[in-house]
């Protein structure tokens, strides 16, 4: 008899019958660790109850669950399961726009970019996703900004037909946020853009892991543009002009207009933006 047959044969005697939904990837080890001992299949308690376990265990552990490494290739069997109560209405019959995205993405020539945004986004906001295809229709529900980001993907930056028909199919079952402009060919995996209101990224190029927040102009002066490195923060307001470099780990404050170059780890503000302290 195989689990599937057996969990049903459980669901006709249990207190709580198994909600159908979908599965999600055991937990880290660190995780495992903090849940009871019942925890499992078959378990005592509702499937909802073993889920927000598994959320506030895996997200409380040292790593979130990497969603793009879930199913039995990586070694990860699925084991708990979710109820579908856990995705909104709206969130359910979005998936009829997203999976022909998630069949994009699939023969992208970006994925690993793709891979990496879904990641940066899951760990900003503390969620926890059993699979690539979930992650991508909660974000394109939920965040427009995402649109723009994957619209960009899926686009640049080799820019072959492929990618333009790609692009033409996102544009037209996913509207982008109309006031954030990303045009910078290259930008690195990993990028996340909080709000997107009234923002430019026209940068020369954009390195990985960066946090960019609303009313944000990176763009020219004098025909120049700045080159943004990884990991740098630029928060609501800033102003990054001309011919420039913000090197790695570096942040603009609030309302900053940055026309000098940031070295690491400095933590720049005022008009013009002057070096305010180092992090480490």
């Not at 946020?177 to 026209?202: E, P």
Request: net charge positive.
């Amino acid at each position: 008899m195989s689990e599937f047959q057996s969990a049903a044969i459980h669901d006709t005697v249990h207190e709580h019958p198994r909600p159908q939904g979908i599965l999600w990837p055991e937990p880290p080890k660190e995780a495992k660790d903090t849940l009871p001992k019942d925890f499992g299949w078959p378990a005592t308690k509702p499937a909802t109850a073993r889920r927000s376990k598994a959320c506030s265990s895996a997200t409380s552990a040292s790593n979130i669950i990497p969603f793009c490494k879930a199913g039995p290739a990586s070694g990860q069997p699925y084991k708990i399961l979710i109820s579908k109560r856990c995705d909104s209405l709206k969130e359910r019959l979005n998936y009829v726009r997203t999976i022909p995205v998630y069949w994009i993405y699939l023969f992208s020539d970006h994925r690993e970019l793709i891979d990496a945004d879904l990641n940066a986004w899951t760990k900003q906001f503390q969620k926890c996703f059993p699979s690539t295809l979930v992650a991508m229709n909660y974000f394109l529900t939920n965040h427009k900004e995402f649109r723009n980001l994957l619209l960009h993907r899926l686009w640049n930056p080799s820019r072959s037909h492929k990618c333009k028909f790609h692009a033409f199919i996102m544009r037209r079952l996913w509207k982008p946020l109309d006031s954030l402009y990303l045009n910078t060919r290259y930008i690195g995996g990993g990028l996340f853009i909080q709000h997107g209101f009234s923002t430019i990224v026209a940068a020369k190029s954009v390195g990985k892991n960066c946090h960019i927040n609303q009313q944000v102009t990176i763009g020219y002066k004098d025909e120049n543009n700045p080159i943004i490195k990884d990991n740098v923060k630029i928060l609501c307001g800033a102003k990054v002009l001309g011919n420039i470099t913000m090197w790695n780990n570096s942040v603009a404050g609030a309302n900053a207009v940055v026309v000098k170059d940031v070295p690491e780890n400095a933590v720049v503000g005022g008009v013009p933006a002057r070096i305010i302290k180092y992090v480490s």
